[in-house]
């Protein structure tokens, strides 16, 4: 089993129709697609090596992963907002033999890195689609690593969850149960991190020749992504919560092609969600999931939406094809309906562990289960509703942020003797950090130490001055009561 079989099927069944568009303009067919993808597979040397590529939505990307999965290499997606320092832990980590760059961030990643850094632009790039193709690779392991996904971790370090054939194949499928049936008259417009949620969605849209549409800007611009599904056929979309509110802002009604949101990868208010849905009707679709279940553990289809209650809209559905999902009692039993407890979850879909990381893997999947770190009950109709996080995260506009890794970047400031970061709700974002800060330093002051060492979305919104953190006994510091200071 080899994801590149979705794309040999449908470079077969429709090779002259348009597969990858940037804005309006078609690049390439499905048989140039095929074509370039098994050109690059036939350089990128030993099956099993890490192929890293670093960008911002870019048509490249997609030959890339196939390219990648024909040469029976792992592909390790690097989220574009991150600081050069960070991604280059992530190459570490991975042991990736290259990495694939966009041209800008190329530039920031070359002096910090060892890696070998293509930018996707260059003349070596353009000879490699000039090397004659590799052959389809027709007897692949389905356990064999398709993708490395790499999650902030608690202590600062990402883990990369590892992704196999098989796990991908899963998800496309449960995708294509559950939420959408595209076909070669569709498409789908890449607005959220194709290194994430939206690249990840490539598989089950690639398999039915549903259109690559990667928009021109960046960064996520509402008014682009409108037009593009005013003007390609049978559009869906993956978008984190804060873009679907933006989308929501423009005041426009809903593109006349556009079909399918789905929402997720972090809360949506149910205020939020509602007046997404007078503005759009019910083209929405939620899912649960995270990056070692991929987009799948439970969700509300569009059906689930229409007259839905309350309870309804603001839970994150049920369990999602093929996935078992349970929670549980601190003792290891089954919850009841209504109790809280930590969502479980296992299938075809949940990842084989952490990259070189046993401690990590043997913390989260235990007894076959998949530890979400989510704390959450099922309603006696089966509607999973997440309750709180175990593991202290924020979810600020659909991108994690460990308070742990702001706060020692934040102790490392002369000036600051103590620093107590956490979530603050907030109606854009969904949460936004605020950081209460003992010491001297000034705002200005800490936001230049933090750009200098990490991504820009993971600084504080606000810094607030106290005079000393709330601790337990043990010194611990409480959170507890720094969120409620904030409310
Ligand atoms: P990631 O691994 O980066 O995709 O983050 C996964 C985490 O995002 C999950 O463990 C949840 O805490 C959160 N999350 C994902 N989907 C939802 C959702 N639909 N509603 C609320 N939180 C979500």
């Given amino acids: ?205 690639v398999s039915r020749g549903a259109r690559q549409v990667i928009p021109e800007s960046a960064g996520f611009d509402p008014n682009e992504f409108l037009d593009l599904c005013e003007r390609h056929p049978g559009c869906s979309a993956f978008l984190a919560p ?49 990056g070692e279940a991929p987009m799948t553990i439970t969700g509300l289809r569009r059906a689930d939406h229409i007259d839905a209650d309350d309870a309804t809209l603001g839970s994150v559905g049920y369990p999602r094809s093929g996935v078992d999902v349970a929670v549980l009692r601190e003792d290891g039993s089954f919850a009841g309906p209504g109790e809280i407890g930590e969502i479980v979850c296992r299938g075809d879909v949940v990842m084989s562990g952490y990259w070189n990381n046993p401690e990590a893997t043997a913390a989260t999947l235990q007894n076959g289960w998949l530890r979400t770190g989510d704390m959450g009950s099922f309603d006696e109709r089966g509607y999973l509703t997440l309750r709180d996080r175990s593991k202290d995260v924020v979810i600020s506009g659909g991108s994690n942020i460990y308070p742990r890794e702001v706060e020692e970047v934040l102790l490392e400031h002369p000036g600051v003797e103590e620093a107590g970061v956490v979530g603050a709700p907030d109606e854009e974002w969904g949460e936004v950090v605020v950081a209460f800060i003992v010491g001297s330093a000034t705002p200005e002051e800490l936001d230049a130490h933090l750009l200098d060492r990490i991504a820009r979305f993971k600084r504080p919104k606000r810094y607030i001055y106290i005079d000393e953190l709330p601790k337990n006994s043990y010194g611990k510091v409480l959170k507890r009561e720094l969120r409620a200071r904030l409310a």
């Fill in 242 to 290: 804060t873009m679907v509110q933006r989308l929501v802002q423009t005041g426009r009604s809903c593109p006349r092609e556009l079909r399918t949101i789905v929402y997720g990868g972090g809360p949506m208010y149910v205020e939020s969600l509602k007046k997404a849905i007078a503005a759009f009707g019910h083209i929405f679709v939620q899912l649960y999931g995270q």
């Fill in 1 to 205: 089993m080899n994801l590149f079989s979705l794309l040999d099927q449908t470079a077969a069944r429709c090779a002259d129709r348009g597969a990858v568009f940037v804005g309006d303009r078609q690049l390439h067919t499905w048989r140039e697609l095929h074509d370039r993808a098994l050109r690059l597979a036939a350089t990128f040397g030993e099956p099993g090596s890490r192929i890293a590529i670093a960008s911002e939505n870019r048509p490249e990307i997609v030959e890339l992963m196939f390219a990648a999965w024909a040469a029976e290499c792992v592909v390790v997606p690097i989220n574009y907002k991150l600081h050069p320092r960070e991604m280059q832990q992530i190459l570490e980590d991975a042991g990736a033999s290259r990495v694939f760059a966009s041209p800008k961030i190329a530039a920031e990643l070359t002096p910090v890195t060892d890696v070998p850094v293509e930018p996707v632009d260059s003349a070596q790039y353009a000879e490699r689609l000039a090397h004659a193709p590799a052959e389809v690779p027709r007897d692949t392991d389905p356990t064999r690593l398709a993708w490395l996904f790499y999650t902030s971790g608690t202590t600062g370090r990402s883990k990369g969850a590892m992704l196999s054939h098989r796990n991908l194949m899963a998800m496309t499928v449960a995708h294509l149960a559950d939420f959408d049936s595209p076909d070669e008259n569709c498409s789908l417009v890449h607005g959220a991190p194709m290194s994430h949620g939206s690249g990840l969605y490539i598989p089950p849209y």
